[in-house]
């Protein structure tokens, strides 16, 4: 039973254009969210996270959006630049510990 | 610099010998868990610790084996009874407080 689903496996954007990653989850308990950005034969690094009692989180080029009642988190990156090609996946936190999607590669074109 | 080591990098084994990854951690985080990758499988939860010589299994622990016994380090014995143990395997540690895990370059693991 997959509880965070990353439905599209890849996705390819020119680069100065918008990357928009989406995500979603089952399980209504989940409280917390976090994106990470994943190279090859590298450990996934975190970029971003929002809480369960937000909508919209900003760092820099990336914003998260929650919507609680569709159950769908998504992941923006604006301007997209060629150094973002990566594997993107989502988490969600439930009972103490991560639950991860499989992953989604972002691939931008110069 | 404080951060997560994991060694080596890559490892090779013969099919039936147990095999030990290592991680260590200078972050000061209570917490430290071990996934693993598969092609198109994402992360996958094989064993978790909050505090030491304490741990509890993950999503996939058959096969596996963990101690706690200093703060620092969380070794992961991959068995001869992991009857898939190929893969790459990633170390990861977070406070407790905290919900952001910080991961470790990871090790990869080919079982010959």
């Known amino acids: 039973d997959q509880q965070v689903k990353q439905n599209s496996p890849s996705l390819s954007v020119q680069e100065g254009r918008i990357s928009i990653l989406n995500c979603d989850y089952t399980n209504s308990m989940f409280d917390y969210f976090l994106w990470y950005k994943k190279y090859p034969a590298e450990g996934p690094t975190f970029l971003i996270s929002i809480s369960s009692i937000k909508d919209k989180n900003e760092d820099g080029r990336f914003t998260v959006f929650l919507n609680k009642s569709a159950k769908h988190l998504s992941l923006h990156i604006v301007p997209s630049q060629p150094g973002d090609s990566a594997v993107y996946f989502c988490a969600a936190r439930g009972s103490e510990k991560l639950v991860f999607g499989k992953g989604m590669k972002l691939t931008v074109n110069p | 610099d404080g951060g997560i080591t994991q060694s080596p990098k890559y490892l090779f084994r013969k099919e039936g010998q147990n095999v030990t990854l290592s991680c260590e951690q200078n972050?000061?985080?209570?917490?430290m868990y071990w996934y693993r990758q598969d092609p198109g499988q994402g992360l996958r939860l094989i064993y978790y610790?909050?505090?030491?010589?304490?741990?509890q299994k993950g999503d996939i622990a058959e096969g596996y084996s963990v101690s706690r016994e200093k703060k620092e380090s969380f070794p992961l014995t991959v068995t001869s009874a992991q009857k898939n143990p190929t893969a790459f395997y990633l170390c990861?540690?977070?406070?407790?407080?905290?919900?952001?895990?910080?991961f470790g370059p990871g090790t990869r693991l080919t079982v010959l």
């Open positions: 990861a540690s977070s406070t407790v407080a905290h919900y952001e895990q910080f």
């Open positions: 972050l000061n985080h209570d917490a």
């Open positions: 610790s909050q505090i030491v010589n304490d741990f």
